[in-house]
């Protein structure tokens, strides 16, 4: 995610830094548009809340929302990128604002959260997130992240895992033991993106810490994914036949059948997806890499999901196995990348995705003392498993605590894993309630703004390998 301002922004500021208006007027300009927005929830709330029914959803009530929805992320992203912060910061805090406007008395914008038109809007983004990640990891490189990287990245998994598990089970004593689990879970995430992104604004991209980062996040996406990809099996098992049906063997099948579904996916991905998009090429009518992309993502997806796992272990696992020489066949294709072109539409519904998310946390529940101490130990946690994995840096005259710091930061990647969470249903109930699901998503802003500046700071005061 982008956090930095395109050059043409910056030379219109520098070519207008004389005129105090238009600097007043550019500052103000989201805030205002916030307003306007707000002004718009009263129709487009009345819509949503009252043209549904029972079997039917109206198409209008879908558009209104998505209209909304849209709107607040792009001024969200835009008011945050100018505190040059991660923008999904802002589309989430701008749902957090929307899901919340019970506490002033509006009521319209609830049927929002649970539409069904919405949820399925938001799935596919996420779906599409996770494909782009999965594009921009490079499988060989990946095989190939070197001693220290695969173990900052194992440590950088089993650490927080742990650590969130024992928080969980300390501050969450009536619930069940996969609810400490899914938390654990979460705690595992490393948003790659945004740590990548600081580290090229300081000009340390080129550093041995740096590689080091960037390998072991890719790496501990994966690993955090397979987790991610057994825990939401083990739960829907436990949701099917009961945690008392849950023993050491269906764990175990459970474990290789994930591990075992994203080596197929790639192993036969690497021949199935090349000879697919050699045979679309050979069409003529426009957008046919577009289609195949998309069409080769979904499928792999929704197999995941027929065995049993997350959708977005699919999606991952597609975008993995694709580079650029699949598309050689394609004149389109000779100056572009396939992300390239897939940006206009996961800029639409990845969006929505985190919008929606914000609009499901309540605010309320952050009140609650039990609730804000949960979450700062969760923070306690994410950050000191974190910085555990820096012990797994095996080269000497490297700064540790740089590489523990650019793993703190879980972004839309926690968010995600904090989703799951709060739409997976156990014997009736999320293994997410309110208060949880609030208190991870607090924790996933609080590292997600914590990790940029200190890992700026560690760099500039103490790096022996720049000495």
Known sequence: MDVYFPEKRRSYEQGFAGQKNLRIVSNIGPILALGALLSLTVPLGALTSTGQTAGHVQISDVLFALVLLLLAAKLGGELLERWRQPPVLGELIFGMLLGNLTLFGYSGLEAIKSHPGIAFAGEVGVILLLFEVGLESNLHELLDVGKSAALVATLGVVAPMLLGYGVSSLFLEESAWYVHLFVGATLTATSVGITARVLKDIGKMDTREARIILGAAVLDDVLGLII????????????????????????????????????????????????????????????????????????????????????????????????????????????????????????????????????????????????????????????????????????????????????????????????????????????????????????????????????????????????
């Open 228 to 467: 991610l990809a057994v825990v939401t099996a083990l739960t829907a098992s436990i949701a099917s036949y009961g945690a008392a049906e849950i023993s050491a063997i269906p764990i175990l099948t459970i474990i290789l059948k994930s591990v075992g579904f994203l080596a197929i996916a790639v192993i036969l991905g690497r021949s199935l997806a090349g000879k697919v998009l050699a045979l679309g090429s050979r069409f003529r009518v426009r957008g046919m890499p577009v289609v195949l992309t998309l069409c080769y993502c979904f499928v792999v997806a929704g197999l995941a999901e027929l065995v049993g796992l997350a959708p977005i272990i699919g999606a991952f696992a597609a975008g993995l196995v694709l580079d650029e020489t699949h598309y050689r066949g394609y004149r389109c294709m000779n100056s572009i990348k396939i992300g390239e072109i897939l940006s206009p539409i996961s800029s639409v519904l990845v969006p929505v995705f985190f919008v929606l998310i914000g609009l499901r946390v309540d605010l309320s529940s952050l009140f609650s003392f039990p609730t804000l101490k949960f979450s700062l130990f969760l923070c306690i946690a994410a950050v000191i498993g974190k910085q555990v994995c820096s012990l797994g840096v095996l080269e000497k005259g490297l700064n540790r605590f740089v590489v523990g710091a650019g793993m703190i930061p879980r972004g839309e990647v926690g968010l995600i894993f904090a989703g799951i969470g709060a739409s997976t249903i156990v014997g009736g109930q999320a293994v997410f309630g309110p208060d949880i699901f609030s208190a991870v998503i607090l924790m996933v802003m609080v590292t997600t703004l914590a990790a940029p500046p200190l890992l700026s700071t560690l760099f500039r005061i103490n790096n022996p390998a720049q000495e």
